[in-house]
């Protein structure tokens, strides 16, 4: 897939795996357009999803992200956990990812987690071979992901299964690491984060900042 095209697509699935606020609905003819333009195994999914927010209220597309992606731990869209677990690894991890996205140029602001998919989509599309290897570096924890939301029939799977056709095929390792994940679940150390990253990077349900509309400078 050309660069372009993963660029924009990134970009797009950014946006709509963010929380759904006005500003998201602002953009909907803005993203529509954006997946006129992928080939239909990237772009048909998000223009489905799209369709689906037409229909739905803000404020019920608001409770249904809150419920899906609060509530239940195989739909967490903070993809250290999957790996670490709430352990002194994903503090590490975290800190990791922010030093990524400082070298490259892209801060975040204060309520932005570097682990959220919006984010690390939103690097990806604004540096796009780094990004790529941080999206495949968590390509177990973004198919249970994909996997459980498509479990659920919750409306964001299309969105999970346009991110995984910009992905490597699932090798056999891959799918032992997903089985082996669905199983057992992240480690279960428990410890606090504090003394390994910054208060800001604790987990919890707190939205990310809206990424930069398409196009826009950084």
Partial sequence: MKTDTLTRAWQAQSLLVGYPDEQLYARLDLLERAGATLDDPVGAPLRRFVAHLRRTAPAQAAADYVSTFDHRRRCCLFLTYYAHGDTRKRGMALLRLKQTYSAAGLHLVDDELPDH??????????????????????????????????????????????????????????????????????????????????PEYMPGPRPPAAPQPLGADR
């Fill in 117 to 198: 998919l919006a984010v690390l989509l939103e690097f990806a599309a604004t540096d796009p071979r780094p990004g790529a290897e941080l999206l495949i570096e968590h390509r177990a924890g973004l198919e249970l992901l994909r996997l459980a939301l498509r479990d659920t029939a919750s409306p964001w799977a299309d969105v999970l299964d346009s991110v995984s056709t910009t992905l490597p095929p699932l090798g056999a390792d891959l799918r032992a690491a997903v089985a082996r994940l669905a199983a057992e679940g992240p480690p279960e150390e428990q410890v606090g984060l504090a003394a390994f990253a910054p």
